[in-house]
């Protein structure tokens, strides 16, 4: 818990442990990478970076669905129109999404392996991602993707559950960072 703080409030890594302690299968602890590089501050970089990217392409999602939702729930041509911009923006996104979850991802698992150690709060954050990203998928495959254009306005509200989700999600990942880790 002190080291942990430590690193928060000095910005960098600290020595935790040696070589020997990780050879003798002792993974619970950091293995340190080399500090000449700063590789500890490109990785906080591109994890912080890519939460964000993540984060503000489902409020671009968000804002973009609420200003189409009276195209979408009116007349069959304006919803056509409206129904081919959301589906250009979902691929767009979906890729931005893509990129940035997994660089999240990954430069956790290099966080925690090389300077935070294994500890029960970063599995719980993984779990929390894991998580996150399997009801997000889930919820699109069973309620959003089965939706036609014109719809009602009861039904087009399935997307805002969604963001409900991830928006609820989220703040429970940012909860366990800043609180737990």
């Not at 489902?58 to 609420?66: E, G, H, M, V």
Request: proline share 3%; aromatic share 12%.
């Amino acid at each position: 818990m002190f080291s942990n703080l430590q690193i928060l409030l000095l910005r960098q890594p600290i020595d935790k442990t040696d070589m020997s302690q990780y050879l003798s299968g002792d993974i619970s602890k950091p293995l340190n990478a080399p500090r000449d590089m700063n590789f500890h501050a490109i990785l906080r970089l591109v994890h912080i970076t890519g939460f964000a990217a993540w984060f503000g392409t489902i409020f671009a999602s968000l804002f973009l669905l609420r200003t189409l939702e009276p195209g979408m729930t009116g007349d069959e041509a304006t919803a056509k129109t409206h129904k081919a911009l959301l589906m250009r923006f979902i691929g767009l996104e979906t890729k931005v999404a893509d990129v940035a979850v997994i660089s999240v991802l990954v430069s956790g698992l290099l966080l925690a392996h090389f300077y935070h150690g294994w500890t029960i709060w970063v599995i719980v954050k993984l779990a929390l991602l894991v998580l996150q990203i399997a009801l997000t998928m889930g919820f699109i495959v069973k309620k959003i993707q089965p939706i036609t254009y014109p719809c009602d306005a009861a039904r087009y509200s399935t997307w805002y559950r969604l963001f409900g989700i991830s928006f609820s999600m989220f703040a429970v990942v940012l909860g366990v960072t800043f609180f737990l880790l």
